[in-house]
Structures are given as structure tokens and as C-alpha cells.
């Protein structure tokens, strides 16, 4: 059964950058047609998808990150990555790692998410 | 980018039916997807392509649409239904960019 667990500090200064790392467990993140995907939820708000590390390696963002976001992939890890840069208080939020799926007719769907990681941005 | 707009909370007595809605643009297009998601737990996959069900969910659950309406419905509602629902599609541009509902918390009574 496939695993997702979030890992990375719970405390970054403002203007640093946020690095967090999911590891995956039960299942390769190179293989199955999937998209691997940051979400987040900051206080009070709704999710905000942040982006996504494909199976193949392609990478797709939230433009409203405004290139702040690069997630990368370790596959002899079996690990991928999320990096912001220049954080403020605004990206404080509950961070989460999911697997995507996509289907022509079906659409698509997150089918396995971690547990999340909280991140505050505070000095 | 689009949104989906949810009722923040709905209440259903124990056994009846009840459903959560989800309201978008998006949702004339893109298939929705719902999440379960219990205080402290990882979301979990109830619903996907508007009305199928992953294995091991329940078959209360049920979904459906109606023009920019995606609904989650549960017919006999249990006690561990309990939890914050969200929906979720793509962004109505067709780019990808994906978008949540706020969350509907839903109390078994």
C-alpha cells in the first residue's frame, strides 16, 4: 500500500526559503503514470494547489506563486521535494503531498495524500 | 483562476440522508472530486469523475452534477461520516490548475 509522509522544519524565517520533502513508500514515484503534488492550506483559507513533479520529471506551478515554487525529485529516494523561496507570514500554512491521477474521461483526482506538515514564517 | 464555493457546515441526523454541494464554473466542464477529511487525519478520496467511487468507500456515498453543481450525497449518514468534505476540479481555463472548495464541516447528529 502506498504512503505519502511529509517532512521538513516546522519554523522559517521571513525571506528564506521553505524546503520540504514527501517521501513515498509502497510504490516508485518514477512508474504508474502519476502526478506527484504540493497543496497547501493556509489559516482560515480553502486549499491552494501548488504544483506538481510528473512521473517522466516535468514540473507544472501555480502561477500565483509566481515562480517562487520548484519541486524536484530524488527517484533512488523515492522522495520529491517542494522549495519556496523568499517566504513570508502569507505562506504559513498546512502543507500537503499528494498523488494525482489523470484520466481522459474520468478527469482527475488526488487519491492519496500525506498527513500533512505544518510551516509557520515567523522571525 | 476559478472557485468552488461550498456551504461551511450542514448537520444530518443519524441515518438520514444529506447532501453537500459545490458550486463553480469550473464544474460545467471538469469532472469534480470529493475528500473526507477527519481532524488530524489525511484527506481521503471518497469520490472522483463526479460519480465513481474508489474501492473501499462506502456505497452510501454518491455523486453527481447539475449544470455548474457538483453534490456529494450520503444516504444514511453514520456517526464516523463526521468530517470536513471538499470538492475539488480543474481550473475552468483547462490549464493545469487545480481548485478546492472552502469545505463543508458535516455534523452527524
Known amino acids: 500500500q502506498v504512503h505519502l509522509q511529509e517532512s521538513g522544519p516546522g519554523l522559517v524565517k521571513p525571506s528564506e526559503t521553505l524546503s520540504l520533502s514527501c517521501t513515498v513508500s509502497g510504490g516508485s514515484i518514477s512508474s504508474g503514470g502519476y502526478y506527484w503534488n504540493w497543496i497547501r492550506q493556509r489559516p482560515g483559507k480553502g486549499l491552494e494547489w501548488i504544483g506538481y513533479i510528473h512521473y517522466s520529471g516535468s514540473t507544472y506551478y501555480n502561477p500565483s506563486l509566481k515562480s517562487r515554487a520548484t519541486i524536484s525529485r530524488d527517484t533512488s529516494k523515492n522522495h520529491f521535494s517542494l522549495k519556496l523561496t523568499s517566504v513570508a507570514a502569507a505562506d504559513t500554512a498546512l502543507y500537503y503531498c499528494?498523488?494525482?491521477?489523470?484520466?481522459?474521461?474520468?478527469?482527475?483526482?488526488?487519491?492519496?495524500w500525506g498527513q500533512g506538515t505544518l510551516v509557520t514564517v515567523s522571525s | 483562476s476559478s472557485e468552488l464555493t461550498q456551504d461551511p457546515a450542514v448537520s444530518v441526523a443519524l441515518g438520514q440522508t444529506v447532501r453537500i454541494t459545490c458550486q463553480g464554473d469550473s464544474l460545467r466542464t471538469y469532472h469534480a472530486s470529493w475528500y473526507q477529511q477527519r481532524p488530524g487525519q489525511a484527506p481521503i478520496l471518497v469520490i472522483y469523475?463526479?460519480?465513481y467511487r474508489p474501492s473501499g468507500i462506502p456505497d452510501r456515498f454518491s455523486g453527481s452534477r447539475s449544470g455548474n453543481t457538483a453534490s456529494l450525497t450520503i444516504i444514511g449518514a453514520q456517526a464516523e461520516d463526521e468530517a470536513d468534505y471538499f470538492c475539488s476540479s480543474r481550473d475552468s481555463s483547462g490549464n493545469h490548475l487545480w481548485v478546492f472548495g472552502g469545505g463543508t464541516k458535516l455534523t452527524v447528529l
Open positions: 499528494a498523488r494525482q491521477f489523470m484520466d481522459p474521461s474520468k478527469g482527475d483526482w488526488f487519491d492519496l
Open positions: 469523475g463526479t460519480n
